[in-house]
């Protein structure tokens, strides 16, 4: 079987197949061509590790307990009736 | 003290879990940890207000991004106006995966960049990229999850997705050669 789609095309999924915004149909073509292309999969691990990065380095920072606290109180004070 | 109503449980239970994620993408929005919390707080008074708004089982954390981001630019961005870049669309950024693929060909260096220079990276990205990414790339939103929220067409979204990552990948390679977290290239200017 030979590849649905060449490099080019493969340059032009590759943000939309990372953010899983493919069709299943189309995500499938892009799939086999990494299979294919050693060029293309490094191009796709390259930005892979970037996204995973981002991900864990944003996802370090919380919201100050502080911050839950005034919250909470100012949405009780909000409630109370009257 | 009152027992909560209905609408008051629903609304603990949907919209609280969501703190941090609203606290991160203030702080990347705000680039200050005070006003962050003003802007989370405030976020979420509305929120409640007009929680009878919200249909409930859809995203919340759509939703309550939405009100975060139309908070942010009605009631935050004139304390410290940013200038709006004119013409974004002509940045068209330098792809630096050409410049490591023999170095680093599946980017190990991302990770060995401390968290501090990375979100300063961030912070530093023209706002209406760094939006997007914060959106997309942190928070793990849709394109058209991001496109309702920020009132822009899916393409824009998919474009300056492009953009503002190519801009954040060649500033944190620039770094990282710097710090020589990466050899600097034989024969590079």
């Not at chain 1, 299943?24 to 995973?52: D, I, T, V």
């Not at chain 2, 802007?39 to 979420?44: E, G, H, S, Y």
Request: proline fraction near 5%; charge should be negative; glycine fraction near 4%.
């Amino acid at each position: 079987m030979s590849d649905a789609i060449d490099c080019r095309e493969a340059r032009d999924r590759l943000q939309d197949y990372l953010k899983e915004e493919l069709t299943p149909e189309r995500a499938r073509e892009m799939a086999a061509h990494l299979e294919r292309c050693r060029h293309c999969f490094s191009q796709a691990k390259f930005e892979e590790s970037f996204l995973l990065m981002l991900r864990i380095k944003s996802q370090r920072t919380c919201c100050p307990n502080a911050l839950k606290e005034r919250i909470l109180a100012a949405l009780r004070a909000e409630r109370e009736p009257g | 003290m009152a027992e909560p109503t209905t609408a008051e449980r629903q609304f603990d239970a949907e919209a609280l879990p969501h703190l941090d994620a609203l606290y991160r993408v203030g702080l990347r929005l705000t680039g200050d940890p005070s006003q962050a919390e003003d802007l989370v707080q405030d976020t979420m008074l509305k929120a409640y207000r007009s929680w009878r708004q919200y249909r409930p089982g859809t995203n919340a954390k759509g939703w309550l991004l939405t009100i975060l981001r139309n908070t942010f630019i009605n009631d935050y961005r004139r304390r410290k106006l940013e200038p709006i870049a004119t013409d974004l669309e002509a940045i068209e950024p330098h792809a630096i995966y050409r410049n490591i693929e023999e170095a680093d060909p599946e980017g190990a260096f991302f990770s060995q960049i401390v968290d501090e220079k990375v979100l300063e990276a961030v912070d530093a990205l023209p706002a209406e990229f760094r939006e997007v990414l914060v959106l997309s790339d942190m928070e793990g939103m849709s394109y058209a999850e991001i496109a309702e929220a920020l009132h822009i067409p899916v393409g824009t979204v998919k474009s300056r997705l492009f953009r503002g990552r190519r801009l954040l990948q060649a500033k944190l390679y620039e770094y990282a050669v710097e710090t020589g977290i990466i050899p600097a290239r034989k024969g590079a200017r």
